[in-house]
């Protein structure tokens, strides 16, 4: 579905096992609908760290590897 707004924060919490392969076409979409200065925070496990081009991770919290984590993108 089209989304016409864009949004200054969007959070997402996808399906861990889900997040590898579909990172490319999570980032194209919040690409499309997050505002300029907009901010991602995407919960992944600990263990896993992605960081396309053109993307910034900003900060990560959490407590570690095998724990949740909610982690801050912005794009450069």
Known sequence: RRVHEKFD???????YDMIE???SA???????ILDEDG????????????????WILKKRLGKGNNQ?????????
Not at 26 to 32: A, K, N, V
């Open 39 to 54: 901010i991602a925070i995407i919960e992944m496990p600990g263990q896993l760290e992605i960081v396309p081009d053109e």
């Open 9 to 15: 924060l969007i959070f997402v919490d996808p399906p």
């Open 21 to 23: 392969s579909s990172a």
């Open 68 to 76: 949740p984590t909610a982690c801050f993108y912005k794009r450069t």
């Open 26 to 32: 999570l980032f194209s979409t919040l690409d499309r």
